[in-house]
Nanobody
Framework: VQLQASGGGLVQPGGSLRLSCTAS????????IGWFRQAPGKEREWVSC????????YYADSVKGRFTISGDHAKNTVYLEMNKLKSEDTAVYYC?????????????????WGQGTLVTVSS
């Protein structure tokens, strides 16, 4: 079971990036896939998650209206489209998979983690 996160980079404030999380060894359809982030000197925080079976999405208040999570079952991939990026969005972004059967903001509910991809928002 592996998760591969990609798509990070340097972007100016107000810009956009799309992160990808590709799963192998399991079918993302049966899991909740979440995105977390960890900014320098801060604890890791939940950003968003999506149900693999119903596609219902959830967002932290700090990103609601700017970020969109979506899934492509054919590619076993979940995306995080990030728009109107701010400097405070700078962090290492991780994707994770949960078999709990319900959406969760608790990282302890997620048993599988990708390696992280760095997003830097700076002019």
């Amino acid at each position: 079971v592996q998760l591969q996160a990609s798509g990070g980079g340097l972007v100016q404030p107000g810009g956009s990036l799309r992160l990808s999380c590709t799963a192998s060894g399991f079918t993302s359809r049966y899991y909740y896939i979440g995105w977390f982030r960890q900014a320098p000197g801060k604890e890791r925080e939940w950003v968003s998650c999506i149900g693999g079976s119903d596609g219902v999405d959830y967002y932290a208040d700090s990103v609601k209206g700017r970020f969109t999570i979506s899934g492509d079952h054919a590619k076993n991939t979940v995306y995080l489209e990030m728009n109107k990026l701010k400097s405070e969005d700078t962090a290492v972004y991780y994707c994770a998979a949960s078999m709990s059967g319900w959406p969760s903001i608790d990282e302890n509910e997620y048993g599988y983690w990708g390696q992280g991809t760095l997003v830097t928002v700076s002019s």
